[in-house]
């Protein structure tokens, strides 16, 4: 990704810009393959009765799962909250014993490798701010909600100001904002397709698609 940020922070290299190729951000063929929503919704028991919403914490965030599981069983509209554990047994169980109320139905996952289908049938994914699953969500033209409520570690800090520079998600800073933040990205038309419209606009260069133009050049 080219940004002044970005050029800022790799000036004291002193690279000329005709010495750097942008190439995007490496993600797994799947997450750019087109997805079949029927069939996905079929396979995870999910409907177009509500807005579907994935929170996924990854394998460092068991106690941020429970705690936003807590925090999104306040949400007070029909949603599905798909929230995944990964190979984490406790925290699938523990998890499983969080409260939620009738109108939300939620389905808790142990790992699955299906995670670029579930995200091509989301309306939102609430995730860490590491780069591999922002850009996954990019490519899946997923808005998301980023949480900064604990200490960044400092190399993703940058991914925060990324996505508050190009307005393709919310930066959570405070626990209990998250079910306003949510209900904001999922009900409110006006601030939706406003993220949606910028997520859309955002150029999603394909690694593999330009290393090979790259080692082509330079073959050449």
């Not at 925290?91 to 939300?104: D, F, G, T």
């Not at 139905?105 to 995200?119: E, G, N, Q, S, W």
């Not at 860490?128 to 993703?156: C, N, Q, Y």
Request: net charge positive; proline share 7%; no cysteine.
């Amino acid at each position: 990704h080219d940004s002044p940020s970005i050029r800022a922070t790799i000036a004291p290299a002193g690279l000329e810009m005709k010495q750097i190729r942008i190439t995007g951000f490496p993600v797994r063929p799947s997450f750019i393959a087109p997805a079949d929503p029927r069939r996905i919704k079929e396979a995870f028991a999910l409907s177009n009765e509500s807005p579907i919403v994935i929170l996924l914490m990854g394998a460092a965030g068991a106690d941020q799962t429970i705690r936003f599981a807590r925090e999104m069983a306040k949400i007070n509209q029909p949603i599905q909250l798909i929230i995944g554990t990964g190979r984490n047994r406790k925290l699938y169980e523990k998890v499983r014993a969080v409260p939620s109320p009738s109108h939300i139905k939620r389905h808790v996952l142990p790992f699955t490798p299906r995670i670029a289908d579930l995200m091509g049938v989301a309306d939102l994914i609430v995730t860490k701010s590491g780069p591999v699953t922002i850009f996954e969500a990019i490519h899946r033209e997923l808005p998301m909600v980023i949480d900064a409520t604990t200490r960044l570690i400092h190399w993703e800090k940058m991914n925060v100001a990324f996505i508050e520079e190009q307005g393709i998600g919310t930066v959570n800073r405070e626990v209990r904002e998250l079910p306003h933040i949510v209900s904001q990205h999922l009900f409110d038309e006006v601030y939706r397709t406003g993220i949606k419209h910028n997520i859309a606009a955002f150029e999603k260069k394909i690694f593999r698609d330009q290393f090979k133009m790259l080692v082509s050049e330079i073959a050449s």
